[in-house]
């Protein structure tokens, strides 16, 4: 949970429990927790006017989305034909972008695939 052990998580609740006093904490996880509801609503709310906004224009998402998919899948059929075509050369110092472009059009398809699919947490 956001990179924090136990041991760190421990000493944060006792600073707040020394902060905020043990009556004020549950007040406290009370008005965090309408909070996050609030939050979640809104963007439930954003999604669904967007969602709306697009099917009164005949926008299609997935139409879209998968047009832009073909064009990260060709770029990176390039890039590797790119790497394939210069194998005689250094390859270490290439192999590594390549490895850093792979990985960097995976999140991209993967932002893209959640602009038409439910909102997902965050671990």
């Given amino acids: 949970m956001f990179g924090i052990g ?61 047009n832009f998919t073909k064009e990260i899948d060709s770029v990176k059929q390039g890039f590797n034909k790119m790497i394939t075509d210069n194998s005689s050369e250094d390859m270490t110092g290439t192999k590594a972008i390549a490895e850093d472009v792979t990985s960097e059009i995976a999140s991209v398809k993967q932002n893209l695939d959640d602009l038409t699919g439910p909102i997902k947490r965050q671990l």
Avoid: H
């Avoid at 944060?12 to 965090?32: C, E, N, S, V, W």
């Avoid at 979640?40 to 697009?54: F, G, R």
């Fill in 6 to 66: 136990g041991g760190e998580l421990v000493f944060i609740i006792f600073i707040a429990l020394m902060l905020f006093g043990a009556d004020k904490i549950p007040d406290i996880a009370r008005t965090l927790g309408k909070g996050m509801a609030q939050l979640k609503n809104a963007t439930n709310e954003i999604k669904s006017e967007i969602t709306k906004s697009a099917d009164s224009n005949d926008l299609d998402f997935n139409n879209l989305t998968n």
